[in-house]
């Protein structure tokens, strides 16, 4: 059973442009909301986190929006650069964490 | 300050054999959870440690087992091993848990069952 649904599964956007994934969950107990971002060859590395009394947050180019009512956050990356270009991992953590599935990201020139 | 250590980084393994995997915290962090990443799955959380103690653990049969030590180190342990147990296996430490402080993962250890 999937507790967090993420889309889409891949993801190609040109450089410059916004790169936007999207996650919804199930379970109202979870109360941490982070997202992640993973090389080849590495383990994923925290890009951005938020828990669900705010509806945005903001870090660099990397924004999440949060819907609590929907039960959907997504991730947007302005601007986006060849250097983006990973898998991203949207998460949700209560007592235990629960991942995305997971979305590679490919950044064109 | 040094990262998330996994040792080995490779595994190769046989059906039926029984593998050790070992986790080294950030120092300080004592939470230690491990997960199972594998293409079809995604990543899945199998159990977390804190100061010697399961606190959670995920739904992965009773092979999947792991302990953790007095210095935070961590150990995962799967007995019987199966072909779809092929995966890359990570850790992540953290002060307090998961779910209320940033977790830092290792690279973790690629295993590969014959």
């Known amino acids: 059973q999937q507790q967090v649904k993420q889309s889409p599964q891949s993801l190609i956007v040109q450089k410059g442009g916004i790169s936007i994934i999207n996650c919804a969950y199930e379970n109202t107990a979870f109360d941490y909301f982070p997202w992640y971002q993973q090389f080849p060859g590495k383990g994923p590395a925290l890009l951005i986190a938020i828990r669900p009394d705010v509806s945005e947050k903001k870090e660099g180019r990397f924004t999440i929006s949060f819907n609590k009512s929907a039960k959907q956050f997504s991730l947007h990356i302005m601007d986006s650069q060849p250097g983006d270009s990973a898998t991203y991992f949207c998460?949700?953590?209560?007592?235990?964490?629960?991942f995305g599935i997971g979305t590679k990201l490919q950044v064109i020139p | 300050k040094a990262g998330v250590t996994q040792t080995p980084r490779y595994l190769i393994k046989t059906r039926g054999q029984q593998v050790t995997l070992s986790c080294s915290p950030i120092s300080g962090h004592r939470s230690v959870s491990w997960y199972q990443q594998t293409p079809g799955q995604g990543l899945q959380f199998l159990f977390e440690?804190?100061?010697?103690?399961?606190?959670n653990k995920g739904n992965f049969p009773g092979r999947f087992s792991g302990r953790q030590f007095s210095n935070s180190r961590s150990e995962m342990n799967v007995s019987t091993l199966e072909l779809g147990d092929s995966a890359l296996y990570l850790c992540?430490?953290?002060?307090?848990?998961?779910?209320?402080?940033?977790?830092?993962f290792g690279q973790g250890t690629r295993l590969t069952v014959v």
């Open positions: 992540a430490s953290s002060l307090t848990g998961f779910m209320n402080t940033e977790a830092f």
């Open positions: 440690y804190f100061s010697e103690t399961q606190r």
């Open positions: 998460a949700a953590t209560g007592q235990k964490v629960t």
